[in-house]
């Protein structure tokens, strides 16, 4: 008998509705319900593609022994963290700050006011390496809750009480300027693992925001080092096995500092910002391999992630059946060189083993390897690569499929839409900006209500019931910018107009501050507020870069205004901890540079032409590194953008008029001017 997620729209949620728990969905009935019987809350947070959250469902939501248990002494309470990413914030705080570390599964118990008071992540079912089992726990937050009442009450209050105390206040700092941006790549100069690229130690995460700065800062400082550490990253990142070799696209994270063994599950916000920063550091340096993953990123979203609606789904699982009907991570992409035997024949196995990196005793487990592309691999016979790679694809395809989570998040879409945009129109793929543009249309049709509020979620073209956070304003304006840009369709930048409205009429605080939730959304123990990037920009500096885009384009003060409040913290943050505010750090690039404002006006009749009319310059401008740049391109004495008025032809011929901080440049009509005025790679 199903509980009462069946009628829910989360992959997640409907995944649990067959559990003999009594699992609740997050609303004010649970805790009503949790006050009526006098019994704690059991908040249980993870996400579909969680690897380790399928393995507590089965050891413990699975189990009826356990199940009774919960049912009689808790109202358990399921959350998808990408459904309700503020619940999921407020409590993984808390977590945190108890334990010093955190992650999914989330379990936290609460009372019937929402306060913590017990707190861990996954719980196994037996005692096991010095953790107890999730049976011991639930005994003893019972018997606490019921023996020791007062105790459990002063622990939550204290915990509320240091969660409030925590507000952010960074205000009146200014926005941040040479200085914090040299100490920020200073910061990360220091922190880079020039042996194997990226940062840090193991896990490895891609760091898709950093790149995109050290991108920027480049551009406009000129700055090697910057692009150096960029480009040898990307390069180690897509030889690695995070870097699916066969059908393109990235995995979560890498387990070791080489970037060997991916967590396989595959995320749309990972591969769109990674599709992104490829095809930017194409535009940078117009490197082959750059060119080839983003397009193979971009075909990858296409082919795995789009859904029936025209929007894109949220994740591949990292599990599937390995054959055997075991769920085993990586059982889709990995190999051995039996299989590779079987596939290919002996000579083309040997072969593949040397171009892929695959051995005997594997990199992976059970004498699998992850499919990778060593350094010292050499040069190779590119149609054996190709016939090599169309076999193994082909046949992988027979295997049992990883499961998808369906589910559209408004903010993923969003990135989605900005790099499918973008290299669609670098690489000369018409349809690829046709995808990004279907994703747009989904987003106003079912996403966005009459008063431009955003749904976070929807599924099958139907509405979740979740607000959209500032997340999804500031990566869906994003993406509606970066498509007006290149479709040169005004309207884009009328919706993203309606979301900055929102932004600054619901989560700007004073002082430039910027709250996750909308002032108008459920109250929490308390609103949430993260400037620092996750593995997604924070919706904090995601807001502020698409406040500074739109007042490029309509000279609003309102809007820049608020960019630069909401960059405050980025000169409190940048110098210390750059690695954890990239995106907010690739914001202040574009505002050091201006932004530059491009607008192309063309003669009617020239759209999308190949002569030096729209086409041409258009492209040029869309190629220029300049940081954070903004394209209006139209027929001359439309209104379509902003920046299209008062700019006549010249000399009949069409145009391109860039302008930075007030001060504009004379118009030009020659492709290579307009190159060398952006910063455009030769």
Not at 87 to 107: C, H, I, L, N, S
Not at 326 to 339: I, L
Not at 643 to 669: I, S
Request: negative net charge; glycine residues 10%; contains cysteine.
């Amino acid at each position: 008998m199903a509980n009462r997620l069946a009628h829910e729209t989360s992959p997640y949620l409907l995944q649990h509705a067959d559990n003999p728990v009594d699992w609740w969905p997050w609303s004010p009935a649970a805790f009503e319900e949790a006050r009526r019987r006098d019994v704690p809350v059991l908040l249980s947070v993870g996400y579909s593609s969680c690897h380790w959250c399928h393995v507590m469902a089965s050891e413990s939501f699975e189990d009826p022994t356990t199940a009774r248990y919960m049912n009689a002494h808790f109202v358990s309470v399921k959350v998808d963290r990408e459904e309700r990413p503020d619940v999921d914030a407020v409590y993984m705080e808390a977590v945190q700050a108890a334990t010093g570390q955190g992650g999914w599964p989330m379990t936290v118990f609460l009372t019937a006011d929402g306060e913590p008071f017990y707190f861990g992540t996954y719980f196994p079912p037996a005692p096991r390496h010095g953790m107890a089992s999730f049976p011991q726990v639930l005994e003893g937050v019972s018997a606490a809750w019921k023996d020791r009442r007062g105790e459990v009450a002063e622990v939550a209050a204290r915990i509320v009480g240091e969660l409030a105390g925590r507000s952010l206040a960074y205000r009146g700092d200014g926005v941040p300027g040479e200085e914090e941006l040299a100490q920020a790549l200073l910061g990360l100069t220091r922190e880079y693992d020039a042996a194997r690229g990226g940062f840090g130690g193991a896990p490895k995460f891609p760091p898709s925001m950093a790149v995109e700065f050290l991108l920027r800062h480049y551009a406009r400082t000129g700055a090697e080092g910057a692009l150096q550490m960029a480009a040898d990253t990307c390069e180690a990142m897509a030889r690695g096995g995070i870097y699916d070799q066969l059908g393109g696209g990235f995995a979560r994270y890498s387990v070791d500092r080489e970037w060997t063994v991916p967590h396989f599950e595959k995320m749309l916000y990972d591969n769109a910002l990674l599709c992104r920063v490829y095809a930017h550091l194409w535009r940078a340096t117009g490197s082959d391999l750059a060119r080839r993953v983003a397009l193979e990123t971009a075909d990858f979203m296409v082919r795995e992630l789009r859904t029936a609606e025209g929007g894109f789904a949220s994740a591949l699982d990292a599990d599937s059946d390995d054959g055997s009907g075991a769920h085993v991570e990586g059982a889709f992409y990995v190999w051995t060189p039996d299989q590779l035997r079987e596939v290919l024949g002996e000579s083309d196995a040997a072969f593949a083993a040397r171009y892929f990196g695959v051995t005997e005793e594997g990199t992976f487990e059970e004498g699998a390897s992850v499919l990778q592309l060593p350094l010292d691999g050499g040069v190779a016979d590119a149609e054996r690569v190709d016939s090599v790679r169309r076999r193994l694809l082909a046949a992988r395809d027979g295997r049992p499929r990883p499961g998808r989570d369906d589910k559209v998040v408004a903010a993923w879409n969003g990135l989605a839409i900005a790099a499918l945009a973008e290299t669609g129109a670098y690489f000369d793929r018409p349809d690829l900006v046709e995808r990004a543009t279907e994703a747009a249309d989904l987003l106003v049709r079912v996403h966005l209500d009459d008063t431009a509020r955003l749904a976070r979620t929807s599924k099958d073209g139907r509405t979740g019931s979740n607000a959209g956070v500032l997340e999804d304003y500031g990566d869906v304006a994003e993406g509606f910018l970066a498509l007006a840009g290149v479709t040169g369709e005004g309207a884009w930048l009328e919706f993203a107009g309606f979301l900055l409205d929102i932004v600054l009429d619901r989560f700007v605080a004073e002082g430039g501050t910027l709250y996750d939730t909308a002032n108008d959304a459920e109250r929490l123990i308390r609103r949430p507020q993260d400037p620092t990037d996750n593995a997604t920009p924070s919706g904090w500096t995601a807001a502020a870069g698409a406040l500074l885009s739109y007042a490029a384009h309509t000279g609003s003060e309102a809007h820049r205004a608020a960019a630069e409040g909401a960059l405050g913290v980025v000169k409190a943050l940048g110098p210390r901890a750059p690695r954890f505010i990239g995106w907010g750090l690739a914001v202040a690039e574009a505002l050091l540079d201006g932004p530059r404002e491009v607008a192309v006006v063309e003669k009617p009749g020239d759209a999308g032409g190949a002569g030096p009319g729209r086409s041409a310059l258009h492209r040029a401008a869309l190629l220029g590194t300049a940081p954070g740049a903004v394209v209006a391109a139209g027929v001359a004495g439309s209104d379509e953008f902003p920046l299209l008025a008062d700019r006549p032809l010249v000399g009949g011929e069409a145009a391109a008029y860039v302008c930075r901080r007030f001060v504009c440049a004379a118009p030009v009509t020659e492709v290579s001017a307009l190159k060398g005025e952006l910063g455009v790679f030769e």
